[in-house]
């Protein structure tokens, strides 16, 4: 499409996180499991927007700084596989307030502005694993990741020389909690 550019809103993942989680994979899955994510890629998205133009990009960048939320903590303590995208991911047992809530905040945005929203509900994942193979088991849950949140940001999905890459093109802060808000 002429003029568009695929993009998405997640949550970074530390440079730390994403190689442990590398390690991790690397030492608990076999070879063939499936087409695994590279290390900087690993994300969580909140809001998938699809190919847009430049002015629909500019409207949600600026109902995005508008979002009032505060940082939150994120656990990675949970792993899945969806059969039918054949997808392996890890994810939040227990997700936090903040994090559905920014979701649900960007979700809604993105779909007053035509951005087509799925209608199952927001499940916070990071892809570990793309295309499995069917008989991939899921390790016993002894993993435990857990970082702050202190910024979301706007990513552009590009796709170059058979490779898949997210480049950052904005961010925006989380308020930090105050005393009487932890
Ligand atoms: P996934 O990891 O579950 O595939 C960039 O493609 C990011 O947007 C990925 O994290 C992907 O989630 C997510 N996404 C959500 N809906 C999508 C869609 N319809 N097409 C492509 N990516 C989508």
Aim: with cysteine.
């Amino acid at each position: 499409m002429a003029d568009t550019r695929r993009l998405f809103f997640a949550l970074e993942m530390p440079a730390e996180v994403q190689s442990q989680i590398v390690n991790w994979r690397a030492e608990n899955f076999p070879a063939e499991a499936g087409r695994p994510v590279a290390a900087a890629n690993l994300h969580l998205t909140l809001a998938f927007l699809g190919d847009i133009s430049a002015e629909k990009q500019k409207a949600l960048c600026q109902l995005a700084g508008r979002i009032q939320q505060s940082a939150f903590s994120l656990t990675l303590d949970d792993a899945g596989l969806w059969a039918r995208s054949k997808v392996l991911w890890l994810g939040p047992r227990h997700a936090s307030l903040g994090l559905i809530q920014l979701a649900n905040m960007l979700r809604a945005q993105a779909a007053r502005n035509g951005c087509y929203q799925s209608p199952q509900p927001f499940h916070p994942h990071v892809t570990l694993y793309r295309n499995v193979t069917q008989n991939v088991a899921i390790p016993p849950p002894t993993f435990r990741w857990q970082y702050k949140v202190h910024e979301f940001v706007l990513y552009e999905s590009m796709f170059k020389q058979g490779r898949t890459r997210y480049q950052p093109l904005d961010r925006w802060p989380l308020r930090e909690l105050r005393n009487k808000d932890k």
